[in-house]
């Protein structure tokens, strides 16, 4: 069975620029999550979505956003890229809507730099 | 807020001697405790995780994780480390509440098993 896939493996971009992340959960999952790591910590939370909705978004700026596809699959759009933005974009997939409890399957991730 | 320390960045352990990889937490209710594992280039992998029950709880590849309440503590172990253990190790944290709840890392944890 094919785990989280994630698309593009790496992506660079200029400040300013706009960005689109791409990742597929694991067949029958309906929650897909979406993480920043930065070189040297741990991921950070950006947004959860369940059955198609929103169900938690972490303290990101508006310039992150997200969607949910019928299929369950996801992107992470970021308009107004900054240098700071230079991270390992994580999606991760759960069978359940409620992150408290279930376990995370994770992609590979995205490394996005910005030049 | 919830949150995760792990107070050491790095760990040294030498092949075939037990290892502890150190995790403390702060939440309010009752905690949900992860282990993931990172290798190079790749997400974070689900080793193990505490929701209720028996303290010690038993996880993948051998390791195992002890839940200290009055410490608030979730310390990872395995008895014997391997080289191929070497990798980057994250606690996480949750807690049930309403609605749907997000889940906090740590900075990770690097573990170097010397042959």
Known sequence: ?115 | AQSVAQPEDQVNVAEGNPLTVKCTYSVSGNPYLFWYVQYPNRGLQFLLKYITGDNLVKGSYGFEAEFNKSQTSFHLKKPSALVSDSALYFCAVSSQGGGYQKVTFGTGTKLQVIP
């Open chain 1, 1 to 115: 069975d094919a785990g989280v896939t994630q698309s593009p493996t790496h992506l660079i971009k200029t400040r300013g620029q706009h960005v689109t992340l791409r990742c597929s959960p694991i067949s029958g999952h309906k929650s897909v999550s979406w993480y920043q790591q930065v070189l040297g910590q741990g991921p950070q939370f950006i947004f959860q979505y369940y059955e198609k909705e929103e169900r938690g978004r972490g303290n990101f700026p508006d310039r992150f956003s997200a969607r949910q596809f019928p299929n369950y699959s996801s992107e992470l759009n970021v308009n107004a890229l900054l240098l700071g933005d230079s991270a390992l974009y994580l999606c991760a997939s759960s069978s359940q809507g409620g992150l408290a409890k279930n376990i995370q399957y994770f992609g590979a991730g995205t490394r996005l730099s910005v030049l």
